[in-house]
């Protein structure tokens, strides 16, 4: 496409600070998402551990010979005099008129009282166990509402005033706003190496929005919007990003390896998100309709479905990522992919670096994309390994192997634990 004019500072001014708009309502809707999978999480783990969970040998702290027999039960808690039936875990203590269970595995404490009533105490993870289960709906719908209406909205208006090119990598901001709401959001604090990479990508986006492509689409036709989807470079861009994404598809369906799942749901959604051509060339075609007073063409309503069908995509894999990983990889792996697809997409069809006027444009502005980049990079590397997909690969290892221990030892087909009688004492062997 041809070069416009050059951008007013007014204009570059307006255009930075609503792609840094953008990148706060970007930030907290990542934060709002991953934090109603993480309440999902919470619930359906509290829900699976009160139905499968056995009944267990329970020892009174002060040293006792007597045994209470326990039985857990999937939605009460009762005491009587000679039987207290309450939900226990591997280390429990009977200390006078509170059964304290030490429970790790989701995070929770439960307080139960003699007469049969219970509390819980806040989690280590900041989730709730008495949160309403409305809630992680709502936060993912209000998440989702401002990545595919907010958040858009800011970006069209930011690309009336300036260049892809210097748009995309503000977008990396949005990590910054990850970052520092994360210990609100998650009981999260920053790490040395995250506020590094926050440094580096706040500095890489200064030098980018400096030293880039400074040109708008000020007098651009509706014919050369048109002949720039036939330039060669471009074609092949759009070649290499289908089977890219289509590659990423199969490891993310098929890969055996942990490895390569993480990286194709990480860099997919930014990956297709990055051809923001659509949406700069449709509010092209809307100026020069306006300007030179012609009937909108055909293929203007093709690149509106096409630029609203990336950006809903891209949304879609980023909430299912979110569902898998810690919002940090989920928002660094997103932010790279959609840079990097944005920059090649810009220098094909915008002829980015033919628009950069001096040595030091040609020098900085790389420069700057690879400090962003830097920054990106640490932020995955910093980023928890600890994911939904992991945890869920060793709930179920862990479940096979206690099940296959339960049928070894026992012959009770539910896995619980035989009682053994003795002419000294009574006990019940735990499993």
């Not at 609100?184 to 400096?210: F, M, T």
């Not at 700069?280 to 100026?287: F, Q, V, Y």
Request: hydrophobic share 40%.
């Amino acid at each position: 496409m041809e070069a416009g004019s050059t951008i007013s500072a007014s204009d570059w001014a307006k255009g930075i600070a609503l792609s840094i708009l953008a990148s706060i309502v970007g930030g907290a809707s990542k934060l709002a998402i991953r934090k109603s999978w993480l309440l999902q999480h919470h619930h359906e783990e509290n829900r699976r551990t009160i139905q499968r969970r056995p009944r267990r040998r329970l020892e009174s702290a002060s040293g006792n010979d007597g045994l209470l027999s326990e039985e857990c039960t999937a939605t009460t808690v009762e005491s009587t005099a000679n039987s207290t039936s309450t939900m226990v875990d591997r280390h429990e203590y009977l200390q006078d008129d509170l059964l304290v269970s030490d429970e790790r595995e989701v995070g929770e404490q439960l307080l139960t009282s003699r007469n049969g009533w219970s509390s819980f105490c806040r989690s280590d993870n900041g989730a709730d166990p008495m949160t309403p289960s409305w809630l992680p709906l709502g936060l993912r719908y209000s998440g989702m509402l401002g990545m595919s209406v907010l958040n858009p909205i800011f970006c069209v208006l930011a690309m009336n005033f300036a260049s892809p090119s210097i748009l995309a990598p503000f977008s990396g901001l949005t990590l910054c706003w990850v970052i520092l709401g994360s210990p609100c959001a998650n009981n999260e604090q920053p790490s040395s190496r995250q506020i590094l990479a926050c440094g580096l990508i706040i500095a890489g986006e200064v030098v980018v929005a400096l030293f880039g492509d400074h040109t708008n689409d000020e007098g651009v036709t509706m014919e050369e919007v048109r002949k720039s989807y036939q330039k060669p470079a471009f074609l092949m861009y759009f070649v290499g990003l289908v089977a890219y994404v289509a590659l990423l598809g199969y490891w993310m369906k098929f890969s055996p390896s942990p490895v390569l799942r993480r990286f194709a749901w990480g860099c997919c959604g930014g990956s297709i998100t990055g051809a923001q051509n659509f949406l700069k060339d449709s509010l092209t075609i809307l100026k020069a309709s306006k300007q030179y007073i012609q009937p909108l063409p055909s293929f203007f309503y093709l690149f509106v479905i096409c630029a609203a069908g990336t950006a809903f995509s891209g949304l879609l894999i980023l909430t299912a990522c979110m569902k898998r990983y810690d919002a940090t990889f989920s928002a660094a792996s997103f932010v790279g992919s959609f840079v990097v697809s944005a920059s090649i997409m810009a220098a094909a069809h915008y002829d980015t670096f033919a628009q950069l006027e001096g040595l030091f444009n040609y020098i900085l502005y790389p420069t700057g994309l690879v400090m962003l980049m830097m920054g990106v990079y640490l932020l995955v590397r910093e980023s928890s390994h600890d994911d939904y997909e992991d945890q869920e690969t060793v709930v179920v290892r862990d479940q096979n192997d206690h099940d296959d221990d339960s049928n070894k030892e026992s012959e009770d087909a539910f896995g619980y634990a035989a009682v053994v009688e003795d002419s000294a004492t009574r006990e019940e062997t735990v499993v």
